[in-house]
Each structure stands twice: as structure tokens, then as C-alpha cells.
């Protein structure tokens, strides 16, 4: 072979190659190399390795069809042009290419795959790529080389994420594109690797799982339902933490299957103030925060639990609109709430009203009287030897009698009635209902006997005065209470003779215990 052929056969050979990497970089190998036409896919298919071995000269057919050499200089010249402006571009590229020979070694790579892992172009050629992976990673590159090159190629190519050991030591996560290159007689060749540098992103990335996976078991394990709602009544479900099961019993599958999952778990009595926030909810605007919302939802078991809902609103990747939202169980703070609210308004030893509570009471019962039909009678209990019982027997026994004598009022008192204790040994008691039924009510606290409670061996007992007042239509509740005790006060100066003071209009007093007593000094409390 000539000069002329030797570097038309070197140019050739090169352009091969190179194109070959165009080829596999752009997946487009219509990169005229040889300058004279735009080539098509089947030519590019042959300059990325699928023409004979030795290249065909070109020759250019003359008038008269007799064919004429091509002026070799300058083919020779535009090929190297080609060559030279294919090189730039390779080398420029912002990826890193290298030429993979079949053995793993590198002989040709580009200035960005250098910089990448700061090994040589002469320390590429001599290295398989096994040197300088991570051992981790090794096994399946090994793998999906092998299956590239050894396969019946219909799989010319692989993709996987790997890293790299750079000269200095450090570690380099990339994006590996492998792309086979055959000979003409359908041979695997070479490869063609691209390498993208993801180190940065698999950092960002791995952090972003570590913080998910944070957040994650914190709403898992915070004692507390975290949800992401459609906006609006019977909106659907998008999140709901595993905390439901705990909570409710309930599975939050079946919230994000069927949202009235959720609707028929509120009690009946909130769902019409449930319904009308989420309506206000449906409103806001982005970050926008109702005021807290209490409601009771279902257990599966069958017992109510109070919860407290907060939301705020936010939009997805959509722009949709979606309330982020934690519902706290708030049943013991509702329990706490309502048994202080109960002490407020309630004595604490016998579980009656106390006076301001009881004062309230008279007050609605005389407002609601109409026409007369509606009778209120106010009594005034005062208990006889109270004294004796405390200085007999102690303080302890002394509180024993007043819930028994506070159960004994309570079975006499009929609803809507209700018992007050006043203070000390003083009980108040309000009767309404017709004016028959009014009568009937007053005669049996009138007639409640004595109230026993046992001591050891011995029996601590107690009689009460009782004053009545039944309310005519000038009584305000300040002068029925007051004719109340007033009655009460004469029937207590009356000591045994039954009646004294009840001489007035509107008011009975009478000593209660000062009929024949029964066996054992009078009933028992609770018996």
C-alpha cells in the first residue's frame, strides 16, 4: 500500500470510530464524514461499524459514464476537516465518552471523562474498567457487559448507575449509557460508554430519603392522625397515617377507599358543624387556618372519641387545593373539661347542684310557666341533730348521712326536678310539672322520714324540716326561695307538732320524721 492509501486508510479508520461515538451520543449518525452528501440511516448504520473492513474510494462518474478517481488531496483534506471537527466536538462534549475495547480497557476517552476521574489517557489504555469501579458495583457491570457482547443483539446497549474511583481515592456516582459497536460481519467490536456525573444529585437524593424516612416515623409514631383531604364535605382522602388504627380501630385503607368512611364515624350530633367548617374550609386561601374544630368520631368498638381537627390548606403539584390536617384525640382534656365544669356547678361530697346552679334552675322554671298550667314548688331542707351525729360519731359519718340523705331526695324528686344541697346540712329542692303532680312531690319530701346510716353496732340518724313553697304568679325566684326558707324555719321551730308554720298561702312546712317511726328509728338510707 502507497502513502496515499495508508493515511486515506488511517482517515477512513478513524472516521469509522469516531462516528461510531457520534453515533452512540446523538443515536444519529448522519454526520456527513466524508463530505460529500448527507448520509442516511442505513450509510450511518455502516459508519458506526457495519462496513467492510477496508473502505471503498469514492469516484465520481464523468460524462459518458466512464467513472474518474476522486481527486485524492482533497478528499483527504475535507475528511480531515470532518475528523478534526468531530474530535472538538467529542472532546467538548459534557458528558464523558470513552472507546471500550471488549477486554474492559479504555483506549480513547474523552477530556470530560478525564477530568471526571483525573486518570490519564495512557493510564485509561492500560486499565480495565474493573480497576477502577467500586467492588459493590462490579458483579452487575460485569453482568450486563457480558450480556451486551455475548447476546444475539437485540440488546446492544445497557443503562445503570455505578460508581467510579477516582486516581485521588474519592467515589464518583454516574449514569453509565453502553452502547455496542459490531464489525461488518455483524461482530461485537467495541463499546461506546457514556458516563454522566450524578454524584451532587444522588447526594441530594439520598438526603431527601433520609429526611422522608424522618418525617415518615415521626407522623407514624406521633400520637396524632396526620391526613391530605380534598377540601369540602365527603372530600376524599389522599393520606391518612397509620395512627387511625390506634385512634379510631379503623383502617386507614378504608378511609382512602371510601371517604364516607370518615362521614358515618361522626357522631350524628357534630355532622351538621363538621359539614358547615369544611364549607368555610373550601374558601381559603394558600396557608389559610380555620380555628381548631372538636368533634366526636366512632371507635369501631362502639364508644365515642373526641378529637380536635386542625388543617391548614395547601396546593399540590397540580395546584389543586388540599388540607394537610392532624387530628388529636382530645378525650381525656373533653372528660377533664366536662367533669371541672360539672364541679363548677355541682357539690362535690353528694353530686347535687350547688346554690348558684340551683338558683338558675328557679329561674328557667318560672320563665317557662304558661298560663298557670305549669306548676314550681321550691323546698327548703334543713336536717334536725345534724350536730349530734357529727359530735357523736365524727365528721367522716357525718358525710356518709348527707349522701344518703342526698340519694333519699333524689329517689322522691320526679324529672325534671332537681336537689341542691345549699351548704352544710342544708338541701333545697325544685319540683315542676303539673299543678297535681307538683303536690304529689312536695307531700313525699314532706313525708321522707328519718334517714339512717349504720355504725358498727349503732345507727347515726337524722330528721329534716321542710319548708314549700309553691309559686303563684307575683313569685320571682329571690321570693320564692325566701318564703321557702321561711316556712322551713317556722316548721323547724314547730319541734314535734307537725305543720307549725305552714299556715301561709302558697306554703306547707312540716317536720319531716315526725310520724310514728319505723323499726330500726325510721328508714334506712336506701331502703
Do not use: C
Request: hydrophobic share 40%; net charge negative; charged share 30%.
Amino acid at each position: 500500500m502507497d502513502g496515499a492509501g495508508s493515511q486515506e486508510w488511517e482517515a477512513d479508520e478513524g472516521a469509522r470510530v469516531l462516528r461510531g461515538a457520534l453515533a452512540a451520543l446523538t443515536r444519529d449518525g448522519s454526520f456527513p464524514l466524508d463530505g460529500l452528501t448527507p448520509r442516511s440511516p442505513a450509510s450511518a448504520a455502516e459508519g458506526a461499524g457495519r462496513v467492510p473492513g477496508r473502505p471503498r474510494r469514492r469516484r465520481r462518474v464523468e460524462a459518458g459514464g466512464a467513472p474518474a478517481a476522486e481527486d485524492l488531496p482533497v478528499l483527504l483534506a475535507r475528511q480531515s476537516q470532518r475528523l478534526r471537527q468531530l474530535e472538538t466536538l467529542i472532546e467538548a462534549a459534557p458528558v464523558g465518552i470513552g472507546l471500550v475495547q471488549l477486554d474492559g480497557r479504555t483506549p480513547l476517552t474523552n477530556d470530560t471523562l478525564r477530568q471526571l476521574l483525573g486518570y490519564s489517557t495512557e493510564e485509561f489504555a492500560t486499565m480495565p474498567f474493573a480497576d477502577y469501579t467500586v467492588p459493590e458495583d462490579q458483579a452487575e457491570n460485569d453482568r450486563l457487559f457480558r450480556a451486551m457482547v455475548d447476546g444475539d443483539g437485540e440488546a446492544d446497549s445497557f443503562a445503570m448507575q455505578k460508581r467510579f474511583v477516582r486516581k485521588d481515592g474519592t467515589t464518583l456516582w454516574v449514569d453509565l449509557t453502553v452502547s455496542l459497536v459490531r464489525d461488518a460481519a455483524g461482530r461485537p467490536d467495541y463499546a461506546i460508554g457514556m458516563v454522566q456525573d450524578i454524584t451532587e444529585r444522588k447526594r441530594l437524593a439520598d438526603e431527601l430519603a433520609a429526611a422522608e424516612l424522618h418525617y415518615r416515623l415521626l407522623v407514624e409514631h406521633v400520637p396524632a392522625v396526620v391526613y391530605i383531604a380534598e377540601p369540602g364535605p365527603g372530600g376524599r382522602f389522599e393520606y391518612v397515617s397509620p395512627r387511625l388504627e390506634w385512634m379510631l380501630g379503623r383502617s386507614p385503607q378504608d378511609w382512602l377507599d371510601d371517604s364516607e368512611e370518615w362521614t358515618r364515624a361522626i357522631h350524628p350530633s357534630d355532622r351538621a358543624m363538621r359539614f358547615h367548617e369544611e364549607a368555610l374550609r373550601e374558601g381559603l386561601g394558600e396557608g389559610g387556618q380555620l380555628p381548631s374544630i372538636t368533634y366526636r368520631l366512632r371507635h369501631s368498638e362502639g364508644y365515642d372519641v373526641w378529637v380536635r381537627d386542625d388543617a391548614v390548606l395547601r396546593r399540590d403539584s397540580d395546584g389543586r387545593p388540599r388540607l394537610h390536617g392532624v387530628l388529636v384525640d382530645v378525650t381525656q382534656e373533653k372528660t377533664l373539661e366536662e367533669r371541672l365544669a360539672h364541679m363548677v356547678d355541682h357539690d362535690a361530697l353528694t353530686g347535687l347542684v350547688n346554690r348558684s346552679h340551683f338558683h338558675r334552675l328557679v329561674d328557667e322554671a318560672l320563665a317557662g310557666r304558661v298560663d298557670g298550667r305549669r306548676g314550681v314548688a321550691v323546698m327548703y331542707v334543713d336536717l334536725d341533730d345534724f350536730k349530734a351525729v357529727n359530735d357523736s360519731f365524727g365528721h367522716a359519718v357525718g358525710d356518709r348521712v348527707l349522701v344518703a340523705v342526698a340519694d333519699r331526695l333524689r329517689e322522691l324528686v320526679p324529672s325534671p326536678g332537681a336537689v341542691a344541697r345549699l351548704g352544710g346540712d342544708e338541701f333545697a329542692v325544685l319540683v315542676t310539672g303539673t299543678p297535681a303532680a307538683v303536690r304529689r312531690a312536695v307531700a313525699a319530701v314532706q313525708d321522707m322520714g328519718q334517714v339512717s346510716v349504720p355504725v358498727g353496732g349503732a345507727w347515726a340518724r337524722v330528721s329534716a324540716s321542710v319548708g314549700a313553697a309553691v309559686a303563684d304568679r307575683a313569685h320571682t325566684t329571690e321570693k320564692l326561695l325566701h318564703d321557702a326558707d321561711q316556712v322551713m324555719y317556722d316548721a323547724k321551730l314547730g319541734g314535734d307538732r307537725p305543720g307549725r308554720g305552714g299556715a301561709r298561702r302558697g306554703s306547707a312546712g312540716r317536720r319531716a320524721g315526725d310520724r310514728a317511726p319505723a323499726d330500726e328509728g325510721g328508714r334506712r338510707a336506701g331502703g
